[in-house]
């Protein structure tokens, strides 16, 4: 501790370095791969694309969920390590990994029972020939969630660990694996929907083994400590973050699954084209995706050490560090929007639309994007999870959803009302957040009281 009750600094400039480029490079494999897989998907014809898409947003909302619990996880995790509480941080990470267990179970099981009546329930209207590849990739990829789930809790703790290196060298085995795996089943074999999906279900379950076989190594400082059983103490903590992110996330997630189901009413072309544009925007997102990661880990460091003017010291530096490396990519990302496209060999109809959709949505994300997705979790790791959730609920309702029947069905805009009305929604949260940091709630919620701290140099 300092004289002024300050701690030292928590993650210097080369310990910020190590934590976020591997997680840039996480996520561009990531979303490399999955245009690599959209690619090869589109040479068994648009029905398929459609249908693969569809089946993407449900696997996304799935994804989300996961991501929700890793989150409390991974803020727990922190703030205890933050706190000196070593101990107490490892016993969290084995409650973490017994409830992504019995979640991912429970996902899968719900997935293979009812695979017909989730893809009816959202997208009911949509042809036959779309309907059956949608059906058979949902049943192979749900084999997969409890991989998935216990994956992203390994992940996260790695994470909070500051070591985010591993999840990029086991993501990149596992993503390496799931693209030559899908070339070999699909233009070796010829196996169509399957040959897309079983090598996900393989390269999945490699990556929770190694993960887990790491994170059991007896030098690591979160390595599973207790019983594997429920602590309803810690569970209660780590599920008082994850379940209104996991609402957040899964509310975020069924808007945008809605939103589609308004587009399958415009046609296939429309379907494929908002398929391709979600595949590329996806690239846009690589730096803040990252920086999402990081602002959890960084943050509840800070708030776990009780050191406020860290906690806004660091918020400054992250996002002057995302803002510096997001502009020149989107921007990169759309002077090379034509030969992104290009990669598809769409019908040209549907290529000008991607193309469209892509410059609505990279365009308003060049500034938009890092305040209203990254920002706000800065106040999930100062455990005020409740206000995000019911600012981005809020604005999902009345923005992506409604204000997207307005724009698009209504006024008969098509998909692109649908994309014009999501930047509404960024608008919303990005002033609502902002408000939210200005006051005083969040500090209450990180424990701080008393005069306000500014931001110290970090």
Known sequence: MTEQGIRPELFSRGDLRRLILPLICEQALAVCVGMADTVMVASLGQSVVAGVSLVDMINNLVINLFAALATGGAVVASQ???????????????????????????????????????LRLFFGGIEPDVMAAASEYLYYTALSFPFLAVYNACAALFRSMGNSRVSMYVSLGGNLLNVAGNAVLLFGFGMGVAGAAIPTVVSRFLMMTVLLYLLTRPQVMLRPAGRFRPDIRLLGRILGIGIPSGVENSLFQLGRILVVSLITSF?????????????????????????????????????????????????????????????PFEILTLVTLPLTVGLYGLPEETAQLSMLLVLIHNGSALFLWPLAFTFPNALRATNDVRYTMMISIFSMAAFRICLSYVFGSMWRMGAVGVWIAMVVDWCFRTLFFLLRWWGNRWREKAGFSGERIPARPV
């Open 267 to 327: 046609g296939t072309v429309q379907i494929a084209a908002n398929a391709v544009a979600n595949n590329i925007d996806g690239v846009g997102c690589i730096i803040g995706q990252a920086f999402n990661l990081a602002m959890l880990t960084v943050i509840g460091r800070a708030v776990g050490a009780q050191d406020e003017g860290a906690v806004r010291g660091y918020l400054r530096r992250l996002m002057r560090m995302e803002y510096s490396i997001h502009v």
């Open 80 to 118: 205890l390590i933050g706190a000196g509480r070593r101990r107490e941080a490892a016993e969290s990470g084995s409650q973490l990994l017994f409830a992504a267990t019995v979640f991912g179970l429970l996902l899968m099981g719900i997935a293979l029972a009812l695979n017909a009546q989730i």
